[in-house]
């Protein structure tokens, strides 16, 4: 659960017994949060997502709109509209005729983590560089540098080898670096 | 809850001007209040109004048994009611879950060994001292066939009443809910069938109304993602 919960859960309280006010602070608080959210999902679809995050983004709020009352109190507001925003994806994937993109079950199972909304713009950014990285380069990034966990768990989650891992790793940030300079190289720095 | 036309006049607005900003505004000024527990009060309405079709039906069409009383005075059909009213309050709790959005059938849909097992447990009682002949004819009962064909059949307008239902929530699991609302519709159905329904043993029970609402929950499952997208 979000540290975010227990406050949109309180606006949420308010915004569904009809309070305009809590519901426009929901709405953006919302948005805040799903931007991230909904580019992390795009990304593990193979999507840059530019062209189609902010309809994604629209879509979901007016499906919050509309399915405001499907809100159970004893559920986490973001772990909600989390689920909804992964299945205006997997719509908007089928809309357009798309079906062969999964969302992987660890994306979903990562959706229950959301970064804090005070986090979105570096998570963004890196998000932008690491999208420009093939899925073999990306991914080994993403579960060692972004998500922590060792060489071996990193292998397992991405069904590498763990000798494939360190060199998608190695190859990857030598290829950010070579793109993007200290930016990238400042990435690896932090989160390595 | 929002208007369906002001969210279908929205999408095309919002579509060629809005920005993100702009649509919450038109959210906000649309807001009004709603009911948390909209789904569990829907979902009780449209489980009257099955049960309403479904004795409708067994009345019309196959008939009631004329000696229930006597049955329930014995006790030979207190295991069938049983069963099919413990099936109906579990498959009703899992469809609201399923209702909403993030809930997966796969770990829900463990409530269904609940009632499974209570019937289990009362054929295991049935079966005691038996030998396998008597089991094997009580199983095989000749009723088995109009089991298998009146509970799912009667069940197909029960069924669109809560896929109804589940159009206005937010399933995010659109098989498992077109599933649960299967399993539902027959569990439902089964309550008034119970009534027609010659044979009483739980042995009979535990074999074929599990079946019939497999059949009905596997059908729910294979016409969900058409019925139910939202």
Request: charge should be positive.
């Amino acid at each position: 659960m979000s540290t975010r919960d227990p406050e949109l859960a309180s606006i949420m309280a308010a915004a569904q017994a009809g309070d305009a006010k809590a519901y426009r602070r929901l709405l953006d608080g919302l948005s805040v949060h799903l931007k991230p959210h909904i580019r992390r999902l795009l990304a593990g679809m193979g999507s840059n997502g530019a062209a189609e995050l902010d309809d994604i983004l629209q879509e979901t709020l007016i499906a919050v709109h509309g399915r405001l009352h499907t809100y159970d109190p004893t559920y986490p507001v973001t772990a909600w509209v989390n689920a909804i925003a992964r299945y205006k994806v997997v719509d908007h994937f089928r809309a357009v005729g798309d079906n062969r993109r999964k969302i992987p079950i660890e994306t979903v199972e990562s959706l229950m983590s959301e970064p804090e909304a005070e986090q979105a713009d570096a998570a963004r950014d890196v998000q932008r560089l690491l999208a420009t990285l093939p899925a073999n380069l990306r991914r080994p990034i993403e579960e060692v540098k972004l998500r922590g966990l060792s060489i071996a768990e990193a292998a397992h989650a991405v069904g590498m080898s763990q000798a494939a891992v360190k060199v998608g790793i190695h190859r990857g940030m030598k290829r950010l670096i070579a793109r993007f300079g200290i930016g990238a190289a400042s990435m690896a720095g932090n989160n390595g | 809850m929002a208007d369906g036309s002001f969210l279908a006049a929205l999408r095309h607005d919002w579509r060629q001007f809005l920005d993100t900003d702009q649509l919450i505004d038109r959210l906000v000024a649309d807001h009004r209040p709603v009911d948390p527990r909209w789904i569990e009060r829907a979902s009780l309405m449209a489980a009257l109004a099955a049960l309403g079709v479904a004795i409708v039906l067994v009345a019309t069409i196959i008939g009631f048994r004329s000696d229930i009383p006597a049955a329930v005075m014995e006790g030979r059909i207190v295991a069938k009611y049983g069963f099919v009213i413990l099936s109906s309050l579990v498959a009703g709790l899992v469809y609201c879950r399923m209702a909403r959005p993030g809930r997966q059938l796969k770990f829900i849909g463990l409530a269904y060994l609940l009632p499974l097992g209570f019937i289990g447990a009362a054929a295991g009682l049935a079966a005691s001292g038996q030998g396998l002949a008597d089991i094997g004819l009580k199983i095989a009962d000749p009723n088995w066939r109009f089991c298998l064909i009146f509970v799912p059949s009667f069940a197909i307008i029960p069924f669109f009443l809560f896929a109804a239902v589940l159009k206005r929530a937010a399933p995010t699991d659109l098989k498992g809910a077109g599933f649960a609302a299967g399993i539902l519709a027959t569990s439902v159905v089964s309550l008034a069938y119970a009534s027609h329904c010659p044979a009483d043993s739980p042995l009979f029970v535990t074999v074929w109304y599990p079946l019939a609402y497999l059949i009905g929950g596997l059908a729910g499952r294979t016409v969900a993602p058409r019925v139910l997208r939202w």
